[in-house]
């Protein structure tokens, strides 16, 4: 028996900002902060701060939109992140459980499954909201699934691809036959709003994806995956829970401002190198992994990439395929989304399959911190 990607769910909060509004936010927070150290920039003790603006955002990512979980905290200049109200664990599901749950009933009913046909659930995410119990074992409580495993996994933007390698591997190893992968992602809690090079990134979102072993073809039959880590320091989050431990080594109050020291800690990465530096390596990872499963590049009716920049996108598609390639082989969601971290394939694989035909070749591949790159070869099984 052969095993399947069979169906995607996908879970988008209410709340969306457009680059004007996170524009006139970001400008208004430049202003005050100019303003109240105005002699300390005049003295060059400190450095002005620059303004964005949505043309600069567009052209640098290709970004128009992102979907938040809290939208008014955001667009606060004095607050600049999502404000949420404490859950009590155990009382009510945490807020990614909660966008986890909603995914994967759209793909359980996408699949034509219910809940207690699930194995396993694999929570595959790159920002989790606390270290344990799990989000996936509790995503597995809420949505009333009565056995087999639930466990979560960080591989930052390229948990997808990962995550569906393991559910692959323990299908394979004979820990079920129908296994979950959720990626949830409020990547708005994890993002620096003041720092004008990456404030407009990311956007919040949940997908899940269902993995399952058949003996009659259906959704897209897995070929197979390669994955690939290499360390890099140049997109790091290194916010968690020792920095209490290192504030106070440093003799740092720790509430006292909230910008400094956290906003070091919150995501940072080095654009340009890790533009240079990436591009390439996914490109020769995608090219590799095709030639040992005999596949020409020209072969493939479909990539689905991760969405952290259109000018990646664009650059990996061009040296995979051809300078000559049609955009239309790696479909882009970012301008409406941003780059929703892990999720980002499998978001744009569930909204651009229209034009896939049974037999037809498809890679999904996903990259980011790590460095990390997941490489998922799929073929239309009907």
């Known amino acids: 028996m052969a095993i399947y990607l069979t169906a995607t769910g996908v879970h988008k909060p209410a709340y969306k900002i457009s680059n004007d509004e996170l524009v006139a936010t970001f400008n208004t927070y430049v202003d005050a902060y100019n303003q109240e150290h105005a002699q300390a920039i005049v003295a060059g003790e400190k450095q002005a701060l620059q303004y964005s603006t949505s043309e600069f955002i ?46 994967l009933q759209d793909a359980l009913k996408n699949a034509n499954l219910s809940a207690d046909e699930l194995d396993g659930i694999i929570c595959a995410s790159s920002n989790f909201q606390r270290c344990y119990p799990a989000i996936a074992i509790e995503v597995q409580h809420a949505i009333g699934m009565t056995h087999g495993f639930a466990y979560d996994m960080n591989v930052a933007c390229s948990a997808a691809t ?4 393991q559910a692959v591997g323990s299908i394979k190893a004979g820990l079920g ?10 990547t708005s809690a994890h993002l620096n709003w003041r720092n004008r090079d ?33 360390f890099s320091a140049n ?5 968690g829970f020792m920095d209490r431990s290192e504030f106070l080594a440093a003799g740092t109050p720790m509430y006292d401002d909230l910008q400094e020291p956290v906003s070091d800690k919150l995501f940072l990465q080095e654009g340009r190198k890790v533009f240079r530096e990436v591009c390439p390596k996914v490109s020769e990872i995608i090219t590799t992994h095709l030639s040992e499963n005999a596949i020409s590049p020209q072969q493939i009716k479909r990539m689905w990439l991760h969405q952290a920049n259109i000018n990646m996108i664009d650059l990996i598609l ?7 390639a049609d955009k239309a082989i ?3 969601v970012i301008a409406e989304y941003g780059n929703t971290s892990s999720a980002s394939p499998v978001v744009a694989f569930h909204e651009t399959q229209e034009g896939v035909d049974a037999g037809d070749l498809c890679v999904m591949c996903s990259f980011g911190a790590g ?5 998922v070869l799929l073929k239309k099984a009907n």
């Open 58 to 103: 567009e052209k640098a990512s290709g970004i128009k939109s992102r979907y938040v979980i809290d939208k008014k905290g955001i667009l606060d200049p004095q607050i600049m992140a999502p404000i949420f109200p404490a859950r009590k664990l155990g009382e009510e599901l945490s807020v990614m459980a909660e966008m986890g749950l909603a995914a």
């Open 162 to 165: 990962f995550g569906i390698a």
């Open 177 to 186: 036959k129908k296994i979950a992968v959720l990626n949830v992602e409020i």
């Open 235 to 239: 997109i790091k989050n290194e916010y």
């Open 318 to 324: 061009r040296t995979v395929v051809g300078k000559d």
């Open 371 to 375: 460095y990390s790159i997941g490489s």
């Open 330 to 332: 790696a479909p882009v």
């Open 198 to 230: 990456s404030h407009f990134i990311f956007g919040d979102i949940a997908a899940a994806t269902i993995i399952e072993q058949s003996d009659t073809p259906k959704g897209y039959e897995i070929l197979d995956s390669k994955l690939y880590t290499q």
